[in-house]
Nanobody, 122 residues
Framework: QVQLQESGPGLVKPSQTLSLTCTVS??????????WSWVRQPPGKGLEWMGA???????YYSPSLKSRTSISRDTSKNQFTLQLSSVTPEDTAVYYC??????????????WGQGTQVTVSS
């Protein structure tokens, strides 16, 4: 079974960069033909797909977040990371990593991390 776990600071100050890491076990971000995605859910709102990195290393981003989003990976650790720059309180959300066969918000039946709360506040 594929397992994913998010980690990183729970509090980020406005204008700073939000950085999160997803650690994957039971599957390979290189050798499995999946997209590895970041998804977030602000309080009281729906899921928003942020972007993904494919097994090849190619990256894909939501148009609304592309200018300040960067997804990268560390293949030796089987991890992929999210960096969201110039954050504001509107970026406060639960952040999830997940994997799927296609781009976009993964299906509920796909593999998801538990999510991690990130609050943007001074």
């Amino acid at each position: 079974q594929v397992q994913l776990q998010e980690s990183g600071p729970g509090l980020v100050k406005p204008s700073q960069t939000l950085s999160l890491t997803c650690t994957v076990s039971g599957g390979s971000i290189v050798h499995n033909y999946y997209y590895w995605s970041w998804v977030r859910q602000p309080p009281g709102k729906g899921l928003e797909w942020m972007g993904a990195i494919a097994y090849s290393g190619s990256t894909y981003y939501s148009p609304s977040l592309k200018s300040r989003t960067s997804i990268s990976r560390d293949t030796s650790k089987n991890q992929f990371t999210l960096q969201l720059s110039s954050v504001t309180p509107e970026d406060t959300a639960v952040y999830y990593c997940a994997t799927s066969l296609r781009l976009g918000v993964p299906e509920p039946s796909d593999y998801w991390g538990q999510g991690t709360q990130v609050t943007v506040s001074s």
